[in-house]
Nanobody, 115 residues
Framework: QVQLVESGGGLVQPGGSLRLSCAAS????????MGWYRQAPGKQRELVAA???????NYADSVKGRFTISRDNAKKTVYLQLNSLKPEDTAVYYC?????????WGQGTQVTVSS
């Protein structure tokens, strides 16, 4: 019933940019909060950014001013613009949705920041 498919990851140099996309197969997509999480090797998964149905956003302190989350309800897609990338941003980035009490996750897309 619910599918989240990320794309847009890749290898980028420090200071570079990427745009991640999450295509969501969700009924009533427009009413749900969507988010991006990331998980680096050996570390816990952490919230990067979230956006509510009304467009309110919040960000991890480590990415404020560099990353931007947005959504296109007509396309049922959520985006994460990653600018001024740092090596410590290297991780698998996951799209997330909460529907009622259930969490849904995409398969993840790898972002590697390296010279």
């Amino acid at each position: 019933q619910v599918q989240l498919v990320e794309s847009g990851g890749g290898l980028v140099q420090p200071g570079g940019s990427l745009r991640l996309s999450c295509a969501a197969s969700i009924n009533r997509f427009n009413i749900y909060t969507m988010g991006w999480y990331r998980q680096a090797p050996g570390k816990q998964r952490e919230l990067v950014a979230a956006i509510t149905n009304s467009g309110s956003t919040n960000y991890a302190d480590s990415v404020k001013g560099r990353f931007t989350i947005s959504r296109d309800n007509a396309k049922k897609t959520v985006y994460l613009q990653l600018n001024s990338l740092k090596p410590e941003d290297t991780a698998v980035y996951y799209c997330h949705a909460t529907i009622a009490t259930i969490s849904y996750w995409g398969q993840g897309t790898q972002v590697t920041v390296s010279s």
